[in-house]
């Protein structure tokens, strides 16, 4: 996988040529520029997610690249940040007051999965259909389907002011 400040698609083959995108933002909307889960690709190539600030209010939108334009995912007001499942029909999104949910992009379905994951710390969804996401400094995992959460790292003691954060998963 490709990482790099955003969240990339991960290359299915070296032979595969460079795309090039232009993004035309919907009227009155700004990209939101304070969090570096701000964009993300799904893993083909085919869509692309980012925060878009309109009206002072930050909601993601979803644009399919074989169309023109972006559309608005309700439900996702507070949104910083998201990542795609690996089939590209869902998006994980951290949203500022610490909400971690899952959206359909079929029908728009959002369903909570936790209430205290760290916004700032990003999240990805591995081909096991587990989230890992940031919370109180270390990374968890829950179930894109909802459940408990399992705490899968641990801070020392000692290491004051360190954090577990940006996880991503490379095949």
Known sequence: GVFSGLQ???PRSV???VQRLEMNLPPGVELYAGSTHAIAISQDGSK????????GVRQLYVR???RGEA???RGTANSNGSFFSPDGSSLGVLTAAGGL??????DGLVVPLAADADFFAGGTWGPDDQITFGRKGALWRIPSAGGSATQITQLD????GLSHLWPTIVD
């Open 8 to 10: 990339w698609a991960r």
């Open 15 to 17: 032979d595969r040529p």
């Open 48 to 55: 692309v997610a980012f925060v878009g600030v309109l009206g």
């Open 64 to 66: 399919q690249l074989d």
């Open 71 to 73: 559309t608005l995912l």
């Open 101 to 106: 949910m899952k959206v359909s992009l079929a």
């Open 157 to 160: 003691g000692q290491a004051s």
